[in-house]
Structure formats: C-alpha cells, structure tokens
C-alpha cells in the first residue's frame, strides 16, 4: 500500500514537470487538458 502511494506521488510530481515544460512549448490550454486526463486516470488507479 506504501509503495503504491510513493508511486502516486512521484507520477504527480513528474507530472507537475511535464506540465511547466507542455506550457512553455506550446499553449497552456493544451496542456491544462491532458494533465488533468492523466490526474483523473492515476486517481481512478489508486
């Protein structure tokens, strides 16, 4: 349970990673909607 939960936490955080880089690259909008696609689905799995 400990570890699925320290996986949850560095997927969120890689996450929050992937979103500062997405919304240099391209717009913001873009990326605010696949990150909250991801958020929703790694929720769901927990």
């Known amino acids: 349970m400990s570890n ?3 996986t949850v936490k560095l997927v969120r955080k890689r996450i929050l990673t ?3 880089k997405n919304s240099v690259k391209s717009g913001n909008k873009n ?3 696949s990150t ?7 929720f769901t799995f927990r």
């Open 4 to 6: 699925n939960y320290l």
């Open 18 to 20: 992937l979103k500062a």
């Open 31 to 33: 990326s605010t909607e």
């Open 36 to 42: 909250t696609t991801t958020e929703t689905t790694i």
